[in-house]
């Protein structure tokens, strides 16, 4: 059974609009949570993290909000740009598990001019 | 530049036919791993390394071998490998917890088992 899901395949929105990215997870163990963002032909890159202590943590463009109780996280990318269009991994990782990271299934965003 | 390289790009091969792809890293992270990304499944950790000759299994390691003879390196092995493990392999090196969570990653090996 999945740890992390991301129940969004993929996501469509205008430039210049709000993408939400949204992740789910199970495991109330987690440390800490990460989103990588994946170009084709490439590997994933580090994009976010959030601490599992915090709620918000803001980088630029983008915003990683926890939401503890629901086991939660949602990624905001404001505005949204062209370039912004990959697949998007949310990932957790705990520390007891021997610093593994567990991915959620991705979500594809397509962000149109 | 700080990258993790992996060796080859694409590969296919038979069933059975033994196969090692390579992966090296020049940021002297002493953790290193391997996944394989799957359609719908997002990225499943194979084997992962905290240090040299320290190797540990993860969620899918069944069909793989690994080997951490040295610190920049972390190849996997499949030994007889077979149609269900055409994948899109990763491998991912990070700093020793606490210094930064975020991994990095190589451009990935495509490989068709026939």
């Known amino acids: 059974d999945q740890q992390v899901k991301q129940n969004s395949p993929s996501l469509s929105v205008q430039e210049g609009r709000i993408s939400i990215l949204n992740c789910d997870y199970t495991?109330?163990?987690?440390?800490?949570f990460l989103w990588y963002k994946k170009y084709p032909a490439e590997g994933p890159t580090f994009l976010i993290s959030?601490?599992?202590?915090?709620d918000k943590n803001e980088d630029g463009r983008f915003t990683v909000f926890l939401n503890k109780s629901a086991k939660h996280l949602s990624l905001h990318i404001v505005p949204s740009q062209p370039g912004d269009s990959a697949v998007y991994f949310c990932a957790a990782i705990s520390y007891n598990a021997g610093n593994m990271l567990t991915f959620g299934g991705g979500t594809r965003l397509m962000v149109k001019p | 530049e700080a990258q993790v390289t992996q060796n080859p790009r694409y590969l296919i091969t038979v069933t059975g036919k033994k196969l090692t792809v390579t992966c090296s890293q020049n940021?002297?992270?002493?953790?290193m791993s391997w996944y394989r990304q799957d359609p719908g499944l997002g990225l499943r950790q194979i084997y992962y390394?905290?240090?040299?000759?320290?190797?540990d299994k993860g969620d899918v390691p069944e069909g793989y071998k690994v080997s951490r003879k040295e610190k920049r390196n972390f190849p996997l092995i499949l030994e007889s490998p077979s149609p269900n493990q055409t994948s899109l392999y990763f491998c991912a090196s990070s700093p020793p917890q606490g210094l930064g969570t975020e991994a990095f990653f190589g451009q990935g090996t495509r490989l068709t088992v026939v």
């Open positions: 940021m002297n992270h002493e953790y």
């Open positions: 390394s905290m240090n040299v000759e320290v190797t």
């Open positions: 959030i601490s599992s202590i915090k």
């Open positions: 495991n109330s163990m987690f440390d800490y």
